[in-house]
Antibody, heavy 122, light 107 residues
Framework: EVQLLESGGALVQPGGSLRLSCAASGFTFSTYALTWVRQAPGKGPEWVSILSSGGDTTYSADSVKGRFTISRDNSKNTLYLQMNSLRVADTAVYYC???????????????WGQGTMVTVSS | DIQMTQSPSSVSASVGDRVTITCRASQDISRWLAWYQQKPGKAPNLLIYDASSLRSGVPSRFSGSGSGTDFTLTISSLQPEDFASYYCQQTTSFPLTFGPGTKVEIK
């Protein structure tokens, strides 16, 4: 079964840091671009960042540039999101997801994890 | 950034009804549009990609159409399991952006 499983969400104070992990199984991890999408309570999804299959190309939303870093370890089938200088506005469920077709960016995300909650509050 | 809008924001419908949701992009996105269904407490689920391609395993009552700036998602005969929120997403350029969503509720 193709599966993504996020972990690492927690309650953190503003200005703090957190690292999320996304463990993959059931597909050839190293051949797919992966992405993080977040969803604040009661809001729609917001795309956060994407990393190519080889880890050499990345794009991020302006709202997280300079604070969040996406990375992957293809030997461990795991995607990461390092989040620094966290703000109250970063409070959300964070999902990892895989591209439908390899590194081809135009076709949407077909497999999503169950999400992990990040709460930024003092 | 490409802005996405959806209408209506919510719709009340009965089982068996035909439901149409509209999505509009702020600039030409060709056919690079995806539709997702999301149920409470769950992750979004891809239904349609490339504006009109049905993802494998998705019931044929779902269909998508459009190109350029105007797109539609149609549910031909609403089933009980279709009551959910629906989001469009442009996949043509970064930042990838989602519409604000349409909630399909039981009448």
């Amino acid at each position: 079964e193709v599966q993504l499983l996020e972990s690492g969400g927690a309650l953190v104070q503003p200005g703090g840091s957190l690292r999320l992990s996304c463990a993959a199984s059931g597909f050839t991890f190293s051949t797919y671009a992966l992405t993080w999408v977040r969803q604040a309570p009661g809001k729609g999804p917001e795309w956060v960042s994407i990393l190519s299959s080889g880890g050499d190309t990345t794009y991020s939303a302006d709202s997280v540039k300079g604070r969040f870093t996406i990375s992957r370890d293809n030997s461990k089938n795991t995607l990461y999101l390092q989040m620094n200088s966290l703000r109250v506005a970063d409070t959300a469920v964070y999902y990892c997801a895989k591209y439908l077709f390899g590194d081809r960016v135009h076709h949407g995300f077909d497999i999503w994890g169950q999400g992990t909650m990040v709460t930024v509050s003092s | 950034d490409i802005q996405m809008t959806q209408s209506p924001s919510s719709v009340s419908a009965s089982v068996g009804d035909r439901v149409t949701i509209t999505c509009r992009a702020s600039q030409d996105i060709s056919r690079w549009l995806a539709w997702y269904q999301q149920k409470p407490g769950k992750a979004p689920n891809l239904l349609i990609y490339d504006a009109s391609s049905l993802r494998s395993g998705v019931p044929s009552r779902f269909s998508g159409s459009g190109s350029g700036t105007d797109f539609t998602l149609t549910i031909s005969s609403l089933q009980p399991e279709d009551f959910a929120s629906y989001y469009c997403q442009q996949t043509t350029s970064f930042p990838l952006t989602f519409g604000p969503g349409t909630k399909v509720e039981i009448k």
